[in-house]
């Protein structure tokens, strides 16, 4: 019922050559969007050369904005010009903008507020760090870190945000969450998304997982009964092994 969504995250890497590059050779083979949702986020300055070139079935995401309409901050790209380059999703709390850029719950509620009020689509990263699932919290903390960032958002505009599940100690270590232990925490993110709204509400929002996803595990971690997807890092960044993991989301 949900449709899988394969999104590469493609963080600081790749020139525009590079990225001109991939898209020649993957926009016109990855599947029917009807089928499958794919998509490349890039670096801010490469959008538009990257939108132009998306085609029909793969679309661009910015990795992050400013929750601001416009202003002195210096640095930042705002929502109004990643709409005016036909950008349609924008990754929003990744955790190393959390860590490193001093995101917080705060600024990730208002950022999902201001996405949705320039009707791009957030992909809302959530997950702990060892040391919380080490301490066996990370139900509580992901859940409260739902719970935060869907403040003030509606029921209807719930439905298109897709949430992605990365514990932190499986991003770029190669070390992947076992998927019962990724269906586990994504079901904590489904539970909590109904306790927020509804059943029927929180049955419809998409959940990826992310966190050292390649050709060689995505299948059994879409294979999971609420992992709707993949935010990848390093395995996105190559032609073929993008296409694999989109290709490998038609299986289900
Ligand atoms: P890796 O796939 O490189 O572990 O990165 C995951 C990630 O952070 C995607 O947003």
């Known amino acids: 019922m949900r449709k899988y969504i ?13 990225a001109i590059n991939f898209l020649l050779q993957v926009a016109d083979k990855v599947p029917s969007s009807d089928l499958v949702d794919s998509v490349v986020c890039t670096q801010a300055p490469i959008l538009r050369d990257c939108v132009k070139r998306q085609g029909d079935n793969l ?31 924008v990754i929003i709390g990744h955790s190393e903008r959390r860590a490193m ?7 990730v509620n208002l950022k999902i507020k201001q996405a949705f009020a320039f009707n791009l689509l957030p992909i809302v990263c959530v997950g ?7 301490a066996g919290t990370t139900d509580e ?11 003030g958002i509606s029921k209807e505009d719930v439905l298109d945000l897709v949430f992605a599940y990365e ?28 306790k927020v709204y ?40 190559d032609p073929e092994k993008f296409l694999t993991m989109v290709n490998a989301a038609l299986k289900h």
């Open 198 to 237: 509804d059943a029927d509400t929180a049955s419809k929002v998409r959940i990826q997982y992310g966190g050292s996803v390649n050709p060689a595990n995505i299948d059994e971690l879409l294979a999971e009964e609420d992992i709707d997807g993949a935010l990848i890092g390093g395995a996105s960044l």
């Open 167 to 194: 514990p932190i100690w499986a991003i770029g270590t190669g070390r992947t969450a076992t998927p019962e232990m990724a269906e586990e925490t994504c079901k904590t993110i489904r539970n909590t998304i109904a």
């Open 101 to 107: 850029f001093n995101e917080t719950d705060e600024t």
């Open 59 to 89: 679309k661009v995401g910015a990795q992050n904005m400013h929750f601001k309409d416009s202003g002195a901050y210096t640095g930042e790209t705002s929502a109004l010009l990643l709409q005016e380059l036909g950008v349609t999703y």
């Open 141 to 151: 903390f992901v859940s409260n870190q739902v719970v935060k960032a869907l403040e």
């Open 128 to 134: 702990e760090s060892l040391e919380i699932r080490e």
């Open 6 to 18: 394969i999104a590469g995250n493609w963080k600081m890497f790749k020139t525009r050559g590079e």
